[in-house]
């Protein structure tokens, strides 16, 4: 069992996260001008935020790897309960959702038709229809497929665990979405190592020393000096420690607010993709290659869109509990 406190910073850091998944789908380049340009002010703001927020996805399945792990499921029995845990947990909610953003592409006359069922099926499970939902798709994998790697956990063995993360660092390509995601599969295993190891989680550095890290991480995000993916890589890695330890520094009014979103981000998670796109799109359609309105877009959008979300589902969940836990998988 983890502590309260350490509970706390994990849905804090959650929530933080989903607030970067929401910015990461602001970039609006496309839309403004039809292509990307780094070289413009804006360009270069959104870019280095780009790389910033980069830190979000692995860090949602270093979560992810942390409580997965915290059991075993190698007896058949406790396999197939988890099983039929995920499937309401997340199964349903990933199908729940694709079904809502292949019906909003109908609307908008953007669905793709296929020649056969075999083919929707695949789509389906590419989460063509809600890209954001990749994330579910791939961790439904890891979990199904835990018969072949559950040993690692059992064994408990610093010496295994650090050798199948040198592996998995070595293969690991940074903001890689396939179905077997390299850097998932890298961040669920340090997940699944800190939940034997707690106090690796407790580590805390001065905060002299974390402003000193923080600004090198902002320099490499933005500036990307000798970039590479080894430094890539590492800039990754230094973010999230960076981050992680940055959360312990928010002062406990700010704290308290970001509980509150931390129990909607699932929410706000499968929901926001359309409803920002429609935002900045329109703009873009009023306001085409004005690099003001972009960044001002860029900015606001995001915020607009996470406390629209955030109170829809408030609302839904006081007025019809059932039915929104039912679509998020029991998340609250």
């Not at 607030?19 to 002010?41: K, T």
């Not at 389906?124 to 690692?152: E, K």
């Not at 703009?283 to 109170?311: D, G, M, R």
Request: aromatic share 20%; with cysteine; glycine share 6%.
């Amino acid at each position: 069992m983890i502590d309260e406190q350490l509970s706390e910073k994990i849905k804090i850091a959650g929530g933080i996260c989903t607030v970067m998944v929401v910015f990461r789908h602001s970039l609006n380049h496309i839309a403004f001008w039809g292509q990307w340009n780094p070289n413009s002010i804006s360009g270069f703001i959104e870019g280095g935020i780009s790389t910033l927020t980069e830190v979000a996805v692995p860090l949602f399945f270093t979560i992810s790897g942390f409580f997965f792990f915290s059991k075993t499921y190698y007896p058949l029995n406790s396999y197939l309960k988890m099983i039929t845990k995920k499937i309401k947990s997340l199964i349903i909610p990933f199908l729940i959702w694709n079904f809502v953003g292949a019906l909003i592409l109908i609307v908008t006359h953007k669905f793709t038709y296929e020649n056969s069922l075999f083919d929707y099926f695949v789509t389906l499970l590419r989460s063509d229809w809600y890209g954001p939902l990749w994330y579910i798709r791939t961790l439904v994998i890891f979990m199904l497929a835990y018969p072949s790697y559950g040993w690692i956990a059992c064994c408990n063995s610093t010496q295994l665990y650090f050798a199948c993360l040198l592996i998995a660092l070595y293969f690991w390509i940074p903001v890689d979405c396939n179905w077997i995601s390299t850097e998932g599969i890298l961040f669920f295993l340090i997940g699944g190592y800190l939940s034997q190891r707690h106090s690796m989680t407790k580590i805390h550095i001065s905060g002299y020393t974390v402003t000193i890290m923080f600004f090198i991480w902002i320099i490499l995000c933005f500036i990307h000096p000798f970039w590479g993916k080894n430094i890539w890589k590492f800039n990754t890695i230094l973010g999230i420690f960076i981050f992680w330890q940055m959360i312990d520094f928010i002062p406990s009014k700010w704290r308290t607010k970001l509980l509150s979103i931390a129990s909607y981000s699932f929410f706000i998670f499968v929901n926001h993709f359309y409803l920002l796109k429609s935002m900045k799109v329109t703009l873009a359609s009023i306001f085409p290659q004005n690099e003001i309105v972009a960044l001002s877009a860029y900015f606001l959008l995001p915020l607009i869109t996470i406390i629209i979300l955030f109170y829809i589902g408030k609302c839904w969940y006081k007025h019809y509990p059932t039915s929104y836990l039912f679509v998020t998988g029991g998340r609250r």
